[in-house]
């Protein structure tokens, strides 16, 4: 990301951050907006994909198969979401990790991939026992409670710190 954008956001998100200063660290504000942002993205995403694009139907795939409308309209919002998120969270809410950048991704996409089945797991479980709800409720409300694991794990997995080692003769 270049310097002058992130520094740009991150004195965006600053700003909005002074009220707070003494009840919020600056750096979980950060991951709060830039991951609600995110987050918000993808509802939209995911929301105009189930009643635009798909219009509430399966999707028909290769070789006669098909998936659920819910399921295919939230590969859509990830395949959106996944990227902007790394790249919010490397550089502007964890800059301070000295990870190889390529350590990162393969963490990101490591417990991406476990927020990824989780989410799949409770899409299916939501649409099942509770159908009566309204499908955008549904989605935001597992997008929740996957934000607060996905900071938990991003903080101290995927962009933590690492001491360097120093040897002493």
């Known amino acids: ?98 990870l190889h950048g390529r350590k990162q991704l393969f963490r990101y996409a490591l417990t991406t991939a476990t927020f990824l089945l989780t989410t799949y797991l409770l899409i299916k479980v939501f649409a099942y026992c509770m159908p009566m709800i309204n499908q955008t409720v549904r989605y935001t409300t597992i997008c929740i409670i996957t934000t607060i694991f996905s900071y938990i794990s991003q903080r101290r997995f995927t962009f933590k710190t690492v001491e360097e080692d120093v040897f002493v003769d």
């Open 1 to 98: 990301m270049h310097a002058g954008l992130r520094h740009n956001i991150t004195g965006f998100i600053d700003f909005f951050h002074r009220p707070f200063n003494g009840i919020i660290p600056a750096q979980t504000f950060r991951y709060l907006a830039c991951g609600g942002t995110n987050t918000v993205l993808s509802i939209i995403i995911d929301h105009l994909a189930y009643n635009q694009l798909f219009h509430k139907h399966p999707v028909h795939i290769f070789g006669g198969g098909h998936i659920a409308a819910e399921v295919a309209a939230w590969l859509i919002a990830f395949s959106i979401s996944f990227p902007a998120g790394f790249i919010l969270s490397r550089h502007v809410v964890f800059p301070e990790s000295n």
